[in-house]
């Protein structure tokens, strides 16, 4: 690192990538590392301000410090009003005869139990190293200090997506810094609520079409493939849930009076849970996976990623996978089912001898482009129906417990839309041109993610292709508590954003 720090002495101020004598990904890897301590700094500024989307004083904090920290960097900002939280445009027109590039920012981040946190404040970011007996071990670091790569940075939003987003802002800070033009105009929209779903950005998007109207939009958020190389993806899954509740008697029943008189719910919901899915893991209700078809040249690129099925086992700690799709990269390009949560009556310190009045089961289902959420829930309904429930909006009254001896309640959201970007578009072929510069081969192209992102409202609305820049290490505790981000992921984060920024289109 000090040798790597001694050259860049002697290149910083010129002009980017002009060096003839210096290969262009050790030209680029210099310009990162001079930058490297003092994008650090800034990152554990930007963690200290709590930033859960839920809180309006909050949001303001960190709508505050994204808008002066972008007008430092010479861009126009405008604050985008909702009925919810607002969101913050930043804008940089180099010349308009390039290409713009919208670049996706998520600002907030999931609540905290600070006492499941092994630090004295998630709010408070601490740098870690790891020890000899495999413990994370604070490390007394100062502004200018040497900085290891495989040190971490632990605090909430490190990864999930501070880290990302102050990446980018060091790289535009060289370009700033050093007067260079950047190789495409730059848009960028901030938001502070990615976390509740986004809840007001799809109508922001509507009303605001002219002002983020841009060529491609990147997303600076995600965890990378589990190699841990620069990882770029084309697609994310959408999101919609459902809560069913089945009843059993109109309230918690003596099980030693009434045992083997008054049905238990739990058994009729058991039942239900068990008619879902086969036992390889395929989900069983009727055209749950119609309108997904894989070509060969989707199977060969989705085996073509360094992965190991065995590896991936071990580390999840199952004996197998499910039967959806041929491998781990296969089974993402089909809609899931989950049951997220379980509950009735009471257990451990607090359990009793009783019937439970009912059972409710909380369910999420991932989507494809190709498995839309409305249908997706028509089709949970039907399963539901066809295994005999009466279906009620509300407690069910005395006169339909009489009738009925099967009843339930379904209550459902629609959350995130699926996305997709070809693999072989222009979007693609530029930014792999881009990276594989710096990087070479060690370079992931995911067809899609397993989670969701807020992105199908601009693919929808602006007809525009949306890929995902993936920054943070695998294994970075993503809403959890000890999130943290591992620095050589936030050093190459910043080389991706520089090759990006500095590629001509």
Not at 274 to 299: H, M
Request: glycine share 6%; hydrophobic share 40%; with cysteine.
């Amino acid at each position: 690192m000090k040798k790597s720090r001694l050259l860049i002495i002697l290149v910083c101020g010129l002009p980017f990538l002009t060096l003839s004598q210096t290969k262009e990904e050790d030209q680029i890897r210099l310009i990162a590392e001079e930058q490297f301590s003092e994008g650090v700094e800034e990152l554990l500024e930007f963690l200290k301000i709590p930033n859960i989307g839920s809180d309006p004083e909050q949001v303001e904090q960190n709508l505050k410090w994204c808008q002066n920290r972008f007008k430092n960097l010479n861009f126009k900002t405008q604050v985008i009003q909702t009925v919810g939280a607002p969101l913050l445009f930043a804008e940089k027109m180099v010349s308009p005869d390039k290409k713009t590039i919208l670049f996706y920012l998520q600002i907030d981040g999931q609540p905290v139990d600070p006492s499941e946190w092994d630090q004295a404040d998630p709010f408070l970011p601490v740098i870690k190293e790891k020890g000899t007996n495999g413990s994370w071990e604070a490390v007394h670091w100062n502004p200018g200090d040497a900085l290891e790569e495989d040190w971490r940075i632990f605090g909430r939003s490190a990864s999930d997506s501070k880290g990302p987003a102050t990446a980018f802002i060091t790289a535009l800070n060289y370009f700033n810094a050093n007067a260079q033009e950047e190789e495409c105009n730059i848009k960028v929209i901030m938001d502070f609520q990615e976390e509740l779903g986004s809840p007001t950005l799809a109508k922001a998007v509507e009303e605001n079409e002219s002002l983020l109207k841009a060529d491609m939009i990147l997303i600076m958020d995600g965890t990378r493939h589990i190699s841990n190389w620069p990882t770029l993806t084309y697609g994310a899954r959408g999101i919609a849930t459902a809560t069913i509740k089945i009843f059993g008697p109109s309230y918690p029943l003596h099980s030693g009076q009434y045992g083997n008189y008054a049905p238990n719910p739990v058994f009729e919901a058991a039942r239900f849970i068990a008619s879902l899915k086969d036992s390889s893991g395929r989900v069983l209700i009727p055209g749950f996976y119609d309108g997904i078809i894989l070509s060969e040249e989707d199977k060969i690129a989705l085996r073509s990623l360094p992965e190991n099925e065995d590896s991936l086992r071990v580390r999840l700690g199952i004996s197998k996978s499910e039967a959806v799709g041929d491998n781990y990269q296969e089974s993402l390009q089909y809609p899931s089912l989950n049951i997220r949560g379980l509950r009735s009556a009471w257990v451990g310190s607090e359990v009793r001898t009783i019937i439970p009045e009912d059972v409710e089961i909380e369910i999420d289902m991932r989507l494809v482009p190709e498995t839309p959420g409305e249908r997706m829930i028509r089709l949970l309904e039907g399963h539901l129906k066809r295994q005999g429930f009466y279906l009620v909006d509300s407690i069910p009254t005395t006169e339909e417990r009489r009738i009925y001896p099967k009843i339930a309640r379904m209550k459902y959201r629609l959350g995130s839309l699926p996305f997709r970007t070809e693999m072989n578009s222009e979007t693609a072929q530029f930014l792999n041109r881009a990276l594989k510069k710096v990087f070479g081969e060690k370079l992931v192209n995911m067809r899609t993610t397993g989670g969701s992102q807020p992105i199908a409202p601009f693919v929808k609305t602006m007809n525009i292709p949306a890929v995902s820049i993936r920054i943070p290490n695998p294994d970075n505790s993503i809403h959890a508590p000890n999130e943290n981000l591992r620095l050589g992921n936030f050093l190459e984060g910043i080389m991706m954003c520089l090759a990006i920024l500095s590629e001509p289109q």
